[in-house]
């Protein structure tokens, strides 16, 4: 009775798993069947949130499906990350992850994420950050700045929060040049950069679109870049690399992911048209003059590329000793 008992056991549990097996084939083979969504852990109107809505109207009509943009800001884009990292792998909820939010995986040690809970799909690229100053400051170089910056005071720089591109690249900076600084943090890159604007900060990072965009209606003066070349919308600002700094070269790179476990099957069709996406005329037109730099990874290189980008500012956290505080 016990063996036959234990046969019947084991006959149910191996048809439970044969049934799973071909639900989860079935639901791979009918994706999508409802509404796809990329969380965008910002607020609107950021580069990540840009970038989003064009990739959502670019792969609907591939998928035959709807994908919408929803924006889950806050606490320096843990809040959307976290809320994809707590959700299904089926290919419905992604999350566009960038740089400052790999950042965080590393800067925040009682995070209940890390970069084992997404499934990376692909990245795309993304623009070289720009130093600036108001348009009113007495500031006009970077020497001026290095002026400001070693004297015992130090200079004011602002940043969306600790751990941002924003703060990070700037500390990278004053080291370089031997200064000091105070860092202003404020709840999100718009409002740092109205302090700036308004000179209750001294200097910032932003990226090479915001402050070309700025500096076209006279608020801000730009002093260099950190990409390799010239920015094609900034070509008369010098590079960092040509003031003697070729180790500031922060990228706000964009990249787009799922919850670990999202099939592979899936993770590919979605990579593939995000790739195809990014490579056309209308995406080249609207983005190659906002210095948008083109660096598409997948699979296993994108996997390295992670992990080189998450040591490399654990390095830099470490190194400046620099801390979270909930």
């Known amino acids: 009775m ?35 969504k990329i969380v965008v852990a910002n607020p609107p109107g950021g580069d990540d949130d840009t970038l989003s809505r064009f990739i959502s109207e670019a792969i609907g009509p591939g998928l035959g499906q ?5 924006n889950r800001g806050g606490a320096a884009t843990t809040i959307g990350s976290m809320a994809v990292a707590l959700s ?10 960038h740089s400052a ?17 997404f499934t990376p799909i692909i990245k795309i690229g993304g623009y070289p950050m720009a130093l600036v100053v108001p348009a009113s400051s007495s500031i006009m170089s ?29 500390v990278r900076f004053l080291k370089a040049i031997g200064g ?16 700036l604007i308004g000179g209750y900060t001294q200097m910032m990072f932003p990226s090479a679109r915001e402050a070309a965009n700025l500096r076209g209606e006279g608020l801000l003066r730009v002093l260099a870049v950190t990409s390799p070349e010239r920015s094609k919308n900034l070509p008369d600002v010098p590079t960092m690399r040509e003031l003697g700094f070729p180790d500031i070269d922060s990228q706000l790179w964009y ?6 476990g999202t099939p592979a099957a899936i993770v590919s069709r979605l990579a593939d048209l995000i790739s195809y996406a990014v490579q056309t005329p209308t995406f080249k037109e609207r983005f190659q003059p906002l210095a948008f730099q083109w660096d598409v990874r997948t699979g296993d290189d994108l996997s390295r590329f992670l992990t080189s980008e998450a040591e490399r500012w654990k390095g830099v956290i470490v190194e400046n000793n620099i801390r979270f505080t909930d």
């Open 2 to 36: 016990t063996s036959r008992r234990n046969f019947m056991l084991g006959a149910s549990a191996l048809s439970l798993a044969g049934f799973t097996r071909v639900s989860l084939a079935q639901a791979q083979a009918n994706y999508p069947s409802r509404v796809v």
């Open 66 to 70: 709807t994908v919408i943009v929803e």
């Open 88 to 97: 299904a792998p089926d290919g419905y909820t992604l999350l566009c992850l």
């Open 101 to 117: 939010a790999l950042v965080q995986t590393v800067l925040r040690e009682n995070l209940k994420y890390g970069m084992k809970s």
């Open 142 to 170: 970077v020497d001026d700045i290095k002026t400001v910056a070693t004297k015992s005071d130090g200079i004011t720089f602002a940043s969306a929060g600790a751990g941002t591109m924003a703060h990070l690249t700037a």
């Open 180 to 195: 000091r600084g105070l860092h202003v943090t404020y709840k999100n890159n718009p409002e740092g950069m109205q302090s």
């Open 255 to 260: 990249s787009f992911a799922a919850p670990a």
